[in-house]
Each structure stands twice: as C-alpha cells, then as structure tokens.
C-alpha cells in the first residue's frame, strides 16, 4: 500500500529529472577534473547519451537505478503497488536502453554505462574504473 495518494504520487513522480541528475552532475565534475572534455545530451545520437566524449569515441550513459532496473541494487526493483504499471514501464525502459546501445554501436561508439549506485557508494573506484575504460581502446 502506498504512503500517499495517487495525485500524491503522481506530482513526486513527476518531479523526478531526466537528465542533469545529481549522479550524472557528480560524475562530470569528476571527468572534467581530470582533464576530460565532453558533450552532454547529443541530440543527434541514438538515446542522447548523457556524456559524450568525441576525442575518444565513447559515450556514457548514466542509469537511474529504479528507471533502468538494476537487477543488482537495492534500488532496481518492482514498487509492491500498481506492480504490473511498473513492470511494463521498466521492461520498456530496458528494452529502449539495448535499443540505443545497440544503434550507437553500430555507428562506431564505445558505449558504457554507469549506475547511480557506483556513483553513490565509491566514485575514486568508480572513476577509475571508467577512466581506464574509456582509454582503453584509444591509446
């Protein structure tokens, strides 16, 4: 059962950000600090990728942990009410994100995805971690 209405729900729901989240705010300020330079929401690329890292081919999505369903967080799960809504909406979700992905490499993007959680828990490893993975292929 849900703490408020459904007016109630809907109005908090409907404040929740699409782009320019905390965590994608957070992991640019970190990838700017260390010297790189990026685009943000590329209208013209498949999914507006939330960076865009033209020097290196590779763009990065930033993945809400309930928006996206992240099977491996505490956050990626299915709200006990209206369950069968939200079932359908995140399973849409997750078929548009193979989508995009799958379009972008096609067109020769290195594609990588960063959820909030990593970004939440440890972003030192979590920027590590992608700072290598982003150099990779292109040194």
């Not at 459904?6 to 699409?18: D, L």
């Not at 990838?31 to 990728?49: E, V």
């Not at 972003?123 to 992608?130: A, G, P, S, V």
Request: positive net charge; charged residues 35%; hydrophobic residues 35%.
């Amino acid at each position: 059962m849900d703490i408020w209405s459904k007016e109630k729900r809907s109005e908090v729901m409907s404040k929740i950000r699409g782009k320019n989240t905390k965590p994608e705010m957070i992991l640019r300020s970190q990838l700017f600090m260390k010297g790189f330079r990026f685009r943000i929401h590329k209208k013209d690329l498949p999914g507006k990728p939330d960076i865009v890292l033209p020097k290196y081919k590779t763009v990065i999505f930033v993945h809400g942990c309930f928006w996206h369903y992240h099977k491996d967080c505490r956050e990626g799960r299915i709200p006990a009410t209206n369950s069968k809504f939200w079932e359908e909406k995140l399973s849409k979700n997750i078929d548009r994100d193979e989508k995009y992905i799958k379009e972008l490499q096609q067109l020769g993007w290195k594609v990588i995805v960063i959820w909030e959680c990593e970004i939440e828990k440890n972003i030192k490893d979590t920027l590590e971690k992608l700072i290598v993975n982003i150099k990779n292929d292109n040194e």
